[in-house]
Nanobody, 116 residues
Framework: HVQLVESGGGSVQAGGSLRLSCAASGYTYSSYCMGWFRQAPGKEREGVAA???????SYADSVKGRFTISQDNAKNTLYLQLDKLTTEDTAMYYC???????????WGQGTQVTVS
């Protein structure tokens, strides 16, 4: 069964940290680029970070220097380290698989991050 399952969300005080994980299954993980998105209440879903199959990374300006995307191909797992969190980072966070055209063709169910 092809799926992405996120974990690691929670509630944290401003300035704190969280580490999100996304476990992939049912396909050859290392063949795809991956990304993290987030959606705050009343706002559109936005891209947060992405990582190529060769490990190259990119970030939204709003999280650059605070968030770090990484992956462990042996474990078929994508990570997002969130540091120096602010209330503006409160959102549902989703991991996603990108196809060759960088469109998303597979979404996880999301994990909630709440910063107070």
């Amino acid at each position: 069964h092809v799926q992405l399952v996120e974990s690691g969300g929670g509630s944290v005080q401003a300035g704190g940290s969280l580490r999100l994980s996304c476990a992939a299954s049912g396909y050859t993980y290392s063949s795809y680029c991956m990304g993290w998105f987030r959606q705050a209440p009343g706002k559109e879903r936005e891209g947060v970070a992405a990582i190529d199959s060769d490990g190259s990374t990119s970030y939204a300006d709003s999280v650059k220097g605070r968030f770090t995307i990484s992956q462990d191909n042996a474990k078929n797992t994508l990570y997002l380290q969130l540091d120096k969190l602010t209330t503006e980072d409160t959102a549902m966070y989703y991991c996603a698989r990108h196809n060759a055209g960088w469109s998303v063709d597979l979404w996880g169910q999301g994990t909630q991050v709440t910063v107070s």
